[in-house]
């Protein structure tokens, strides 16, 4: 691959997109960040940009070009989300908000890319917020290259507000009213089947994949009259977006959701005004609270048709503190 200030040979080898495809967004974040401070002719600048035309030409001899795209809040590479540790995740959102602020995207890097190429988008991209451009003018100054590629951010994630929040109100307070109703069923004696919550998590696993933010802040809503059932959904969705940012796989998150979503459910057991009591417990009501771990397990186990979900969700309640 040609490079400016020499050429470079490449490492030879087969990288696994999604083993890999973490750097490439790190490096990417870490490139933008460095253009901020010292000019594209910087050693710090040649550095970083070097290092990422690296990465992107040893994924390229796999797949032969990388299509680089922002959905939502996560970053996908060749249609494969892009699973993020917890050391690359401010470095992932840093970049997400530079995609949105330039109203990029899609960037597909081909196989013959170069630095000066990387050079010519970097120095572009940095300018542009500067320099008041539009996304029209940064796709011109990139078609001066030959290895890169743009697209716009598409339409279906810059969706009407208005609307994307309503559904997203609607999925939380479903989680609310099912585990409300959950808990009425088991106070009154009925049996309460736990595959019924699938549907319900498997709502929130798609909101939140698609609306991140605007479901999180619903977990700020509080309600003390009611404060078993919205902490409940609140866990659950919490814990939804962590495991999405850890990559898990969609079956694990649906589990985790259910899990998460029941994990107080022995609360039931505890008098309404010992959990709703503003002032400090007393010495005896901690040992009733202290209870409701155990209590959880054998509401759960009293369920109709244990299966494998239910036995994990009762793990949880027994080990959540």
């Known amino acids: 691959m040609k490079q400016s200030g020499g050429s470079k040979v490449m490492g030879s ?3 696994d997109i999604q083993c890999s495809a ?29 290092k ?17 795209q922002l959905r939502g809040d996560f970053f996908y590479i060749n249609d494969q989300r892009i699973r993020y540790s917890p050391k690359y995740i401010l470095n992932s959102d840093y970049l997400a908000e530079q995609f949105r602020k330039a109203e990029l995207g899609t960037i597909i890097f081909k196989k013959e890319i170069s630095l000066d190429d990387i050079s010519i988008f ?17 796709k011109e100054k990139i078609s001066l290259t030959t290895g890169i590629e743009l697209r716009r951010l598409e339409k279906i994630y810059l969706e009407d507000i208005p609307d994307a929040r309503r559904r997203v109100r609607k999925t939380y307070f479903n989680a609310v009213f099912y585990i409300k109703g959950v808990i009425n069923k088991v106070k009154s004696g009925e049996e309460v089947n736990i595959k019924k919550a699938k549907g319900v998590i498997v709502s ?3 909101a ?14 509080k ?3 009611e404060y078993t059932y919205f902490h409940c959904a609140n866990v659950s969705i919490l814990s939804l977006a962590i495991g999405l940012r850890l990559g898990l796989s969609r079956k694990i998150l649906i589990d985790l959701g259910i899990a998460s979503l029941f994990h107080d459910l022995g609360k039931i057991e505890v008098p309404n005004e010992i959990i709703n009591k503003p002032e400090r417990l007393a010495d005896f009501e901690w040992r009733i609270i202290k209870k409701h771990p155990i209590w959880g397990v054998k509401v759960l186990l009293k369920m109709r048709d244990i299966d494998e979900v239910t036995i994990r969700a009762s793990i949880v309640a027994f080990e959540h503190h």
């Open 13 to 15: 080898g087969v990288i």
């Open 22 to 50: 973490e750097d490439l967004i790190n490096q990417f974040a870490i490139i933008f960040r460095t253009a901020r401070i010292h000019s594209i002719k910087n050693g710090a600048f040649i550095t970083a940009a070097d």
């Open 52 to 68: 990422f035309a690296v990465l992107v030409q040893d994924m390229i001899r796999t797949d032969h070009e990388i299509i680089m």
């Open 122 to 138: 970097i120095h572009s991209f940095t300018n542009k917020d500067f320099l008041n451009e539009s996304f029209d003018d940064l």
């Open 204 to 206: 929130v696993v798609n």
């Open 208 to 221: 939140i994949s698609e609306h991140e933010q605007t479901l999180l802040g619903m977990t700020a809503i």
């Open 223 to 225: 309600d003390y009259d």
